[in-house]
Nanobody
Framework: QVQLVESGGGLVQAGGSLRLSCAAS????????MGWFRQAPGKEREFVAA????????YSTDSVKGRITISRDNAKNTAYLQMNSLKPEDTAVYYC?????????????????WGQGTQVTVSS
């Protein structure tokens, strides 16, 4: 059974940084794309960033470009989301997802497994 466990969320002031981790178990994720999504209160879940199986291809949504970076360490079966210059509008529950394909997608329907989410709160 595949499990994704996110960690690293918390409360941070605007302008601060957080690093989210997503550890996969029950499957060697080195041939899987991974993504991060987020859901703010009262809003639909939205795409944040995604990365290919090797880490060679990655992209993010326009609102976080230059501030948030996705990466992965296949030796640790873990993906990361480094978030800098955080803004109050980044406040959301952040979800990690795994796609059983080599290449990532912006479409949450393309992902096969999801973590339980981790709360990120940015105070102004």
């Amino acid at each position: 059974q595949v499990q994704l466990v996110e960690s690293g969320g918390g409360l941070v002031q605007a302008g601060g940084s957080l690093r989210l981790s997503c550890a996969a178990s029950g499957r060697t994720a080195s041939r899987d794309a991974m993504g991060w999504f987020r859901q703010a209160p009262g809003k639909e879940r939205e795409f944040v960033a995604a990365i290919s199986w090797s880490g060679g291809t990655s992209y993010s949504t326009d609102s976080v470009k230059g501030r948030i970076t996705i990466s992965r360490d296949n030796a640790k079966n873990t993906a990361y989301l480094q978030m800098n210059s955080l803004k109050p509008e980044d406040t959301a529950v952040y979800y990690c997802a795994l796609r059983g394909e080599l290449w990532p997608s912006r479409d949450e329907g393309e992902y096969d497994y999801w973590g339980q989410g981790t709360q990120v709160t940015v105070s102004s």
